[in-house]
């Protein structure tokens, strides 16, 4: 059974940071596409930064460059997504996701594993 279960979720104040984890199991996680996607109050869910199976290659929603960054540590089985420089806009539900497929995608519907999310909230 896949489980990605997400962690490290919180309460921040604008300006603050947050690392989440995403841990992994049951499925073979070095031939995964690893990202991360958030969903505020309201709307839709939206892609964040996606990562390759290796850890070399990563991709961003460009209006996170330079303050999100997003890792793997193969030997954990388990992904990451460093938040600095927090603003109230980054509050929102955020999921983990798993893509057997090449390359690195910013589509949901091509993501086959979703964990169940963390929140992060913002305050101003």
């Known amino acids: 059974q896949v489980q990605l279960v997400e962690s490290g979720g919180g309460l921040v104040q604008a300006g603050g940071s947050l690392r989440l984890s995403c841990a992994a199991s049951?499925?073979?996680?070095?031939?995964?596409?690893m990202g991360w996607f958030r969903q505020a109050p309201g709307k839709e869910r939206v892609f964040v930064a996606a990562?390759?199976?290796?850890?070399?290659?990563?991709y961003y929603q460009d209006s996170l460059k330079g303050r999100f960054t997003i890792s793997r540590d193969i030997a954990k089985n388990t992904v990451y997504l460093q938040m600095n420089s927090l603003k109230p806009e980054d509050t929102a539900v955020y999921s983990c996701?798993?893509?057997?497929?090449?390359?690195?995608?910013?589509?949901?519907?091509?993501?086959?594993?979703w964990g169940q999310g963390t929140q992060v909230t913002v305050s101003s």
């Open positions: 996701a798993a893509d057997l497929g090449l390359g690195l995608s910013s589509t949901i519907y091509e993501y086959d594993y």
């Open positions: 990562i390759s199976w290796n850890g070399i290659s990563t």
């Open positions: 049951g499925l073979t996680f070095t031939v995964y596409t």
